[in-house]
T-cell receptor, first 115, second 117 residues
């Protein structure tokens, strides 16, 4: 069965600095997708970034980028120039096109941004 | 284009009552997913539905929980005879039909926070 592990329950970063959130996963599939979602105090789940496993190039969305290491089954999120509005829970999620299309989420990392 | 709509946003029930949670997918989306988030935990898959069909309910508790997505109207997650352990945030997500671009991305609603007294 597929699993997603986020080993950092909480992280802190100074405003304007860079922080990296870790995510590892376990799967026997070759075709899958990985996501990072942000959940602010409002609890709305906001898609931050998406990576297709067949693409070697790391996805980037403005200040957010990933380091996707397929062989190591690692998918970390880097936030550059951190802003106060980045403070939230961040969830890593896995999805495979074979099977039932459900997302499998990690337990989350709470990011605090210090002014 | 309106996003995924869920109502109510907050629902309070006493033990033994029924809870009905509604989800309207994004326009053009025909696939709906329900997830549950217990306090301080990640989201856990419950059920995947298409119009008038349950595709995967492997995450649904065997008793008291049911879901539907009728031809017309929103998807409904129903919890009968609620217990305190049902207190959680319930999220609905939707995606376009399969075999079209972006079918892997699910768009989430704001969630319904259920509190059972």
């Amino acid at each position: 069965a597929q699993t997603v592990t986020q080993s950092q329950p909480e992280m802190s970063v100074q405003e304007a600095e860079t922080v990296t959130l870790s995510c590892t996963y376990d799967t026997s599939e070759s075709d899958y997708y990985l996501f990072w979602y942000k959940q602010p105090p409002s609890r709305q789940m906001i898609l931050v970034i998406r990576q297709e496993a067949y693409k070697q190039q790391n996805a980037t969305e403005n200040r957010f980028s990933v380091n996707f290491q397929k062989a190591a089954k690692s998918f970390s999120l880097k936030i550059s120039d951190s802003q106060l509005g980045d403070a939230a829970m961040y969830f890593c999620a896995y999805y495979t096109t074979s099977g039932t299309y459900k997302y499998i989420f990690g337990t989350g990392t709470r990011l605090k941004v210090l002014a | 284009n309106a996003g995924v709509m869920q109502n109510p946003r907050h629902l309070v029930r006493r033990r033994g009552q029924e809870a009905r949670l509604r989800c309207s997918p994004m326009k053009g989306h025909s696939h709906v997913y329900w997830y549950r988030q217990l306090p301080e935990e990640g989201l856990k898959f419950m059920v995947y539905l298409q119009k008038e069909n349950i595709i995967d309910e492997s995450g649904m508790p065997k008793e008291r929980f049911s879901a539907e997505f009728p031809k017309e109207g929103p998807s409904i997650l129903r919890i009968q005879q609620v217990v305190r352990g049902d207190s959680a945030a319930y999220f609905c997500a939707s995606s376009p039909a399969r075999r079209s671009f972006g079918t892997d991305t699910q768009y989430f609603g704001p969630g319904t926070r259920l509190t059972v007294l």
